[in-house]
């Protein structure tokens, strides 16, 4: 029998803390983490703050720009910090769960970098979280091992992917956690226990702990990560300038400072990512009250479309301009077992997505499974050759203004089998969500909480706005959804059989109401987590 660790004054654990919890919960860690919180807490809520009074002046009708406060960063002539050589090859990077069998998969599948997820691909229940950082550790350590129920036994090869990991946004909470009385950020709570408890062991081997930054609105946010940074990195008397940071993004308001959230981290960058799922979330979001916006079904929102591809080129062109990797997104496409054509129709999705990454200039990209790591690969592989990117392809010939990144089009068709599409999709994903799974196949795609986040902003904004028409001539409604949310619930309650859990039935429920409350919930995995706590 262990006895609780005991901890400084004010940190408090509500979470169970088995032996093994015990050796990432030590007290010197939460004492890094309660410094961190003491020092940060309140920049991140007025950050925060700052993203609700940014929101009404969007309700308002005011339209994002280029901020004109910071145009000196913008026509500067300034670089980001040299990158250490276990980033300069980042041509295919792997994404998945902190989950110890999926690290063993991703790390040993051939892409040049795994990153392992706190976040889009995590339900971060307790368990998940702890477990995690001791995943975390073990694949630092390159001691992670496995044995499955089956008693097949994973162990990790001679070369593997560089291990980058994502903490949680800014928004969410670690429940468990309190110091002083005051919950702590989730965000501050996932990156201090990785960097704490693996820093040191890192730098001892030339590398160190990297980064991805999620769902940032704006170079405020930036900056305080970049504080972050530099304050642990003394608290541990690590150099400045050690650990990298590589920033998505994905909300319509960082991309009109790309520039500035590089410049404020450029000690500490490693570039930009276009998180695509959150970015068209957030375009729904921010906008979902303006009568002239309304996007089509989802599956019609690709890389193309105009606003994505300004977002694209203009993400891209900031990063070369500034010596910054520029890695692209997420084709949600997975491979497709017992259907060779559909298998074959999936992967052609891929190669076009990555042809076209690769040949825009794109240092790498993202695969969700490792049966599209040899896809990708081949991509970037025809354009690098020997080369371990292409930081130096300028991209001068883009121009991209505001108008285009606000240029939010194709508008039609939205059809009742999208509007159906985005109620099953949605249901499934938050009942998998609630019952422990963040990322999950669903009718042959990859779905995340990014993904499931525009499946419900869609139907919520459908309702409202009076372009929110179906092809037939139909209007979206309250009726009309909760017409189609029973069929669509009845018909999954039918396949699933047994495994149609009260997790479900309540994610059915928690579905309706993210979609038809009036006030627009900012993240289904706000609701999910309080059902989760
Ligand atoms: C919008 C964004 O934020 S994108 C980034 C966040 N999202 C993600 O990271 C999602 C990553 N992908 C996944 O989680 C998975 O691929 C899923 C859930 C979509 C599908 O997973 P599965 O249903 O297990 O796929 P499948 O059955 O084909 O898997 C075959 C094998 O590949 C492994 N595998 C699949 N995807 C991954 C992955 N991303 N990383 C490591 N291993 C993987 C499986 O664990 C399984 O291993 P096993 O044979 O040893 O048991
Ligand atoms: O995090 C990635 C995204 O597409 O969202
Ligand atoms: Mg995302």
Redesign the pocket.
Known sequence: MMTRPTYPAGIEIEGSITPEFAEILTPEAMEFISKLHRKFEPRRRELLQARITRQKALDSGKLPDFLPETAEIRNGDWKIAPLPKDLLDRRVE????VER???I??LN?GAKIF?T?F???NCPSWENQIQGQINVRDAYRKTISFT?PQG?E?KLNDQIATLLVRPRGWHLMEKHVKIDGDIVSGAIFDFALSFYHNIKHLVANGSATYYYLPKMESHLEARLWNDIFCFAQDELGIARGTIKGTVLIETILAAFEMEEILYELREHSAGLNA????YIFSCIKKFKTNKDFCLADRAQIGMTVPFMRAYALLLLKTCHKRNAPAIG??SAL??I?NDEAANEKALAGVRADKDRDAADGYDGG?V????LVPVAMAAWDAVLGDKPNQIDKQRDDVNVSGADLLNFQPETPITETGLRMNINVGIQYLGAWISGSG???IHNL??????AEISRAQIWQWIRSPKGVLNDGRKVTHELFAELAADEVAKLRDEYGSKWTKQYEDAAEMFKMLTTSDDFVEFLTLPGYEYLA
Do not use: F, L
């Not at 792997?94 to 769960?97: E, F, L, S, V």
């Not at 998180?275 to 959150?278: E, F, I, Q, T």
């Open positions: 792997i994404t998945g769960p069998k999926m690290m998969n991703a599948s990153m997820d976040e889009d691909a499955s097949k994973y998180g695509r799922w959150d997104g997420m997975i491979p077992k993202w969700a499974h490792p049966g990322a999950v196949p990859m779905e995340d909480a990014a993904t």
